[in-house]
């Protein structure tokens, strides 16, 4: 049986070592997809000097489906992030982070959080100036937000047919109404708007950012599905991954209108890049999001009790779970147990 075709990049630094070992485990499971390898980041520029080549946008226009490793983007000069031009070029609105225990035994049991960020406008659109005063060119930094109604709508909108289609039961709408009155003022009373639609099917309550952000330490168990602006959700989102023994074991998703996009939410690691000693699961959380999102709920499914029957069954993990095993040798017992 043909698998579902999907564009595959491997990225930089542990990315081609990660995306290894999901082809490891995904080949126990009947290799669901038909992998259309394309270069990404810095893997990109050495090939063909471009950090996002026509080949690959193509490939993803084609598949509409990609899992990419993490690329590494210069700070300060060199190229713009491919991750920013890649939102833009297929909008992808949407950015979808959920969290869940896998380890038991860490600071908080059975964490089940699902974040949705909206992944283009916000504070995140870089209309940014400076101003001069006297001899100091930079004696004014202003930067301005932009949030639409319909671009607010959408990620909203997809929210809430998210939590329907996974019986989920409340969202939390994140904002600063109360001071950004109508940059985030706005994202709020779509929020209320959208709500009214699914009223008696999904429980609604907003939580102004800071408080949600005391909140998340103080009692994560309230929550249930959170959507919120972009730079909101960016921090809320790292620290919900902190709930769950950090960035190493979280994944995300940028959902569009034209493409769907799937990765892990940690970089490129450039300090333990080519030890064979990476943690996969981010990764591989993230292929499972994909499999979700091409229905096959039952490949996900399977995949996510894989790894946690390896990490608290057979007890083997990589370093920075507290085990020795490398990258192979995990993926190898995750394939056993898929
Ligand atoms: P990083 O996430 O790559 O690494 C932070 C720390 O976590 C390092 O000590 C690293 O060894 C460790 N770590 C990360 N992933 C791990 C894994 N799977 N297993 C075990 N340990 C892991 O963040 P950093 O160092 O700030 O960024 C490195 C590069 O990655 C930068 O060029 C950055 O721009 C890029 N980056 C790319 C992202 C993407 O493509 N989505 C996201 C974040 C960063
Ligand atoms: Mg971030």
């Not at 608290?312 to 995990?330: H, I, L, P, W, Y």
């Amino acid at each position: 049986m043909a698998g579902i075709a999907a564009t595959l990049i491997p990225g930089d630094g542990i990315g081609p070592e990660i995306v290894e070992a999901v082809k490891t485990v995904l080949g126990a499971m009947g290799s669901p997809f038909d992998w259309d390898l394309q270069q990404g980041g810095m893997a990109a520029i050495q090939q063909c000097g471009d950090a996002l080549p026509a080949a690959t946008l193509d490939s993803i226009r084609r598949t509409r489906l990609a899992l990419k490793g993490p690329l590494t983007t210069p700070v300060g000069g060199g190229f713009r992030s491919v991750n920013v031009r890649l939102r833009e070029e297929f909008a992808l609105y949407a950015n979808v982070r959920p969290v869940r225990t896998i380890i038991p035994g860490q600071r908080y049991e059975n964490i089940d959080i699902v974040l949705f960020r909206e992944n283009l406008e916000g504070l995140y659109v870089g209309f940014e100036h400076y101003i001069p005063i006297g001899d100091d060119p930079h004696a004014v930094a202003v930067a301005s937000g932009v949030n639409t109604k319909a671009g607010s709508r959408r990620l909203i909108k997809y929210a809430f047919e998210y939590a329907v289609k996974n019986g989920r039961k409340k969202i939390t709408i994140v904002h600063k109404a109360n001071v950004l009155k109508a940059l985030t003022g706005l994202f709020l009373e779509m929020g209320r708007e959208v709500a009214k639609e699914y009223e008696g099917r999904i429980e609604v309550n907003d939580r102004i950012i800071d408080a949600c952000a005391m909140q998340l330490v103080l009692d994560p168990w309230q929550f249930d599905v959170i959507v919120t602006t972009n730079l909101f959700g960016d921090i809320l989102s790292d620290e919900m991954a902190g709930l769950v023994g950090g960035l190493g074991l979280a994944p995300g998703a940028n959902i569009g209108a034209d493409a769907a996009i799937f990765e892990a939410v940690h970089g490129s690691a450039p300090d333990i890049a080519g030890k064979g000693i990476a943690n996969p699961v981010s990764l591989l959380l993230a292929t499972g999001l994909m499999l979700e999102h091409v229905d096959r709920l039952d490949l996900a499914e399977r995949l996510r009790a894989g790894i946690s029957r390896a990490i608290n069954e057979d007890n083997v993990r990589t370093g920075d779970m507290g085990g020795k095993a490398s990258t192979q040798e995990f993926a190898a017992a995750i394939a056993k147990r898929v």
